[in-house]
């Protein structure tokens, strides 16, 4: 079945240096979702991407999508304390038959020294 | 606007025992999903429903099971558990299918526990 990959598992970075997350599907995906989930928190909802090769930026965060819609990235410029917690891609899982539901990426957990 | 509750937020159990959990989605949004989180296997997609009708089934065996009533609340039973099933459950609601472009709101979860 499809997969998605996230790597890496986990990103130590001192404060103030720059982050990046990756994620790659087996498959191709007609969107990608990132959400970031503090520790002992909940997973929220952090932006959504469309098109192929398309880039959106929130403050400090940069997302992109690949031109093949088969990966993802997700940069944070200048860590800040705020920005731990775990980062999880997520895209339309198809077995065939349509879409089957959310696969999720097992997450980067950004750990960050002051 | 409320967000996602969930009920309970903590559970024991023990094995061969049966579980019930309860997801009430934002006001407006008609489709639930529910994940399992552990730390080993990640955030696993269960189903979701949306008007009443499973329309997604994940990778899990038939003792996960769920409904949804009119009012989009959901429920998810666990029958006959097992050690492997302690978990984070987390439900999410959105507007619309989740796989269909729609955000993800989650609720902070019911963290069960089997001995």
């Known amino acids: 079945g499809q997969q998605v990959m996230q790597i890496p598992q986990y990103q130590h970075v001192q404060e103030g240096e720059d982050f990046t997350t990756y994620c790659n599907s087996s498959?191709?995906?007609?969107?990608i979702q990132w959400y970031k989930q503090r520790p002992g928190g909940h997973p929220v909802f952090l932006i959504q991407?469309?098109?192929?090769?398309e880039v959106k930026k929130q403050k400090r965060l940069t997302f992109q999508f690949g031109e093949a819609k088969k990966n993802s990235s997700l940069h944070i410029t200048a860590t800040q304390t705020t920005d731990v917690g775990t980062y999880f891609c997520?895209?339309?899982?198809?077995?065939?038959?349509?879409?089957?539901?959310?696969?999720f990426g097992k997450g980067t957990h950004l750990i960050i020294q002051p | 606007k409320a967000g996602v509750t969930q009920t309970p937020r903590y559970l024991i159990k023990t094995r061969g025992q049966q579980v019930t959990l309860s997801c009430s989605p934002i006001s407006g949004h008609r489709s639930v999903s529910w994940y399992q989180q552990t730390p080993g296997q990640g955030l696993q997609f269960l189903f979701e429903?949306?008007?009443?009708?499973?329309?997604n089934k994940g990778n899990f065996p038939g003792r996960f099971s769920g409904r949804q009533f009119s009012n989009s609340r959901s429920e998810m039973n666990v029958s006959t558990l097992e050690l492997g099933d302690s978990a984070l459950y987390l439900c999410?609601?959105?507007?619309?299918?989740?796989?269909?472009?729609?955000?993800?709101?989650f609720g902070p979860g019911t963290r069960l526990t089997v001995l």
């Open positions: 991407l469309v098109k192929s090769g």
């Open positions: 999410a609601s959105s507007l619309g299918l989740a796989v269909s472009y729609n955000e993800q709101f």
């Open positions: 997520a895209g339309p899982q198809d077995s065939g038959g349509g879409a089957d539901g959310l696969t």
């Open positions: 498959t191709t995906l007609s969107n």
């Open positions: 429903y949306f008007s009443e009708t499973q329309r």
